[in-house]
């Protein structure tokens, strides 16, 4: 599979996860409503992606942990949250292009 960066001003880091000799495909979205929830580790994780008008969220812990990568429901986008209180989260977002 291929991703691209999507590119999003906010305040979290957002690292890409493409193939470096495959051109990426950048857009523009906000993420909004972003809820962490966090007990001794990330507990669940949800947002709202515009305009493009995806949710995506998780309440599986272990899917969630060392960067696990997540669904976005059935569309082409993923995301990874890492962190904690002390030291802030970073979120990672993934588009699926096409089948590699």
Do not use: H, W
Not at 62 to 79: K, M
């Amino acid at each position: 599979m291929q991703f691209s960066t999507l590119a999003i001003p906010s305040l979290f880091a957002i690292l890409a996860a493409a193939n470096p000799l495959k051109t990426r495909s950048e857009e523009t979205n906000q993420v909004e409503n972003l809820s962490i929830r966090d007990n001794n580790g990330i507990q669940g994780a949800s947002f709202n992606l515009q305009p493009a008008n995806v949710e995506c969220s998780s309440a599986d812990a272990a899917a969630l942990a060392d960067y696990g990568v997540v669904l976005c429901g059935e569309t082409a986008y993923r995301f990874a949250v890492n962190g904690s209180v002390a030291d802030g989260y970073s979120l990672r977002l993934y588009k699926e292009l096409g089948p590699a």
